[in-house]
């Protein structure tokens, strides 16, 4: 029996990092939060919570949508190999931390440590010589579009 041709743009799970896995279930679990945040959001607008501008809300809640679009592609690519969702998870990583401080020093102990320690992580796993190698690779992969 022949084994069927394996397809280089979707790699076998034994060659792919473990640090690949973990970054994009971070980012996942982020994109998965914004998600939440603006379906609370959208609730809280649709409820008639009070606004300065209800075009600024809408704008706010279009934005919540779109960042958490962008980080579950991120998460989606970055678990294929895609060369450039390292930079963009790397990116996402210190918009959390901008936040995730702040509120750690704030006194919002817990939700600073759970927005500070997953960032500070993939941070670290983004620069592991196996994830750049493996989210690194040129010419084995179909063009993107």
Same mark, same amino acid.
């Given at each position: 029996?022949?084994?069927?041709?394996?397809?280089?743009?979707?790699?076998?799970?034994?060659?792919?990092?473990?640090?690949?896995?973990?970054i994009?279930?971070?980012v996942?679990?982020?994109?998965?939060?914004?998600l939440?945040?603006?379906?609370?959001?959208?609730?809280?607008?649709?409820?008639?919570?009070?606004?300065?501008?209800?075009?600024?809300?809408?704008?706010?809640?279009?934005?919540?949508l779109?960042?958490s679009?962008?980080?579950?592609?991120?998460?989606?690519?970055l678990f294929?190999?895609?060369?450039?969702?390292?930079? +963009? $998870?790397? @990116?996402?990583?210190?918009?959390?931390?901008? &936040?995730?401080v702040?509120?750690? %020093? /704030?006194?919002?102990?817990? !939700?600073?440590?759970?927005?500070?320690?997953?960032?500070? +992580? $993939?941070? @670290?796993?983004?620069?592991?010589?196996?994830? &750049?190698?493996?989210?690194?690779? %040129? /010419?084995?992969?179909?063009? !993107?579009?």
């Open positions: 029996m022949s084994r069927p041709p394996t397809n280089p743009a979707d790699p076998s799970p034994s060659t792919r990092p473990r640090g690949i896995v973990a994009a279930l971070v996942a679990a982020e994109a998965t939060a914004l939440v945040a603006a379906a609370w959001y959208g609730y809280e607008l649709l409820t008639g919570a009070p606004v300065l501008s209800f075009w600024g809300a809408v704008f706010t809640l279009v934005l919540l779109a960042s679009a962008w980080l579950y592609s991120v998460g989606h690519f294929r190999g895609r060369r450039w969702t390292r930079a +963009a $998870a790397l @990116v996402a990583q210190l918009f959390v931390l901008t &936040i995730g702040p509120t750690l %020093t /704030g006194g919002v102990i817990w !939700a600073g440590i759970a927005m500070v320690v997953p960032a500070l +992580a $993939a941070i @670290v796993l983004l620069f592991d010589k196996r994830v &750049i190698s493996y989210a690194s690779r %040129t /010419g084995d992969s179909p063009p !993107a579009f």
